[in-house]
Nanobody
């Protein structure tokens, strides 16, 4: 399974960005897909994830500002990020989780300037 992330970039505080992750390969075993992030000097943390049934989970920091969605037909997961703050600056990673296996995409950098 390969996960290809895209959509990072530089945005001003208060702005929006959309991250996309496309899965390819033997994807039938993936149950949930989501986004994690890792800021400089910090541990990687969950941002949001969504199951195959469409049930989302958000980190407290993302609740109300971010929206995760999944397209099972296109094998993509999208993270809409609104009202971005400087604290959201990080490398964002897409993750796919199946039974006893997990896949990571390459990171995409999100930088929020003041």
């Amino acid at each position: 399974v390969q996960l290809q992330a895209s959509g990072g970039g530089l945005v001003q505080a208060g702005g929006s960005l959309r991250l996309s992750c496309a899965a390819s390969g033997r994807i039938f075993g993936i149950n949930s897909m989501g986004w994690f992030r890792q800021a400089l000097g910090k541990q990687r943390e969950l941002v949001a994830r969504v199951t195959s049934y469409g049930s989302p989970t958000y980190a407290d920091s993302a609740q109300g500002r971010f929206n995760i969605s999944r397209d099972l037909d296109k094998n993509t997961v999208t993270l809409e990020m609104n009202s971005l703050q400087r604290e959201d600056t990080a490398v964002y990673y897409c993750k796919g989780v199946g039974l006893r296996v997990a896949y990571w995409g390459q990171g995409t950098l999100v930088t929020v300037s003041s």
